[in-house]
């Protein structure tokens, strides 16, 4: 992942260096954006209208500095063009809610009518350094 949105960045600090507690989500979803979705989760997400597009939950199994997702995503046939996916973003609600983290695809993808994107356990890693 490229990085951390700045809302997260705030709720590690807080609860690190303020001592205040952060409860983390108890479901993550991923996100497809068409544009990069920056710190601040303002970037373009795939559109719900008419697409049968959806954030997907996703699970992670976390080992030393590395999160990396534990099962496949899959999202649902495409009923209308996604458009271009160039980012992913990790939310913590289905729709609206706060971006965790997000980075740009290594290779964009086109997901027109009666296409399934699909990203398979283990492609998706969030490193801490």
């Known amino acids: 992942m490229a990085g951390f949105s ?8 807080d609860h690190v260096f303020g001592g205040n507690a952060y409860t983390a989500p108890s479901t993550l979803y991923l996100a497809l954006h068409t544009a990069d979705p920056a710190e601040d ?12 597009y959806a954030r997907q939950a996703v699970t992670f199994t976390v080992s030393g500095n590395e999160a990396t997702t534990s099962a496949a995503v899959e999202y649902s046939t ?3 063009n996604f458009g271009t996916v160039t980012h992913v973003g990790v939310w913590d609600a289905s729709t609206a809610g706060n971006l965790l983290a997000y980075a740009a695809l290594t290779s964009s993808k086109t997901i027109e009518t009666g296409d399934v994107f699909r990203v398979p356990a283990g492609d998706l890693d969030i490193t801490l350094d």
């Open 6 to 13: 700045n809302y997260l960045e705030t709720e590690v600090l």
């Open 41 to 52: 989760g303002s970037g373009a997400e795939v559109s719900t209208s008419g697409t049968a």
């Open 78 to 80: 495409a009923t209308a």
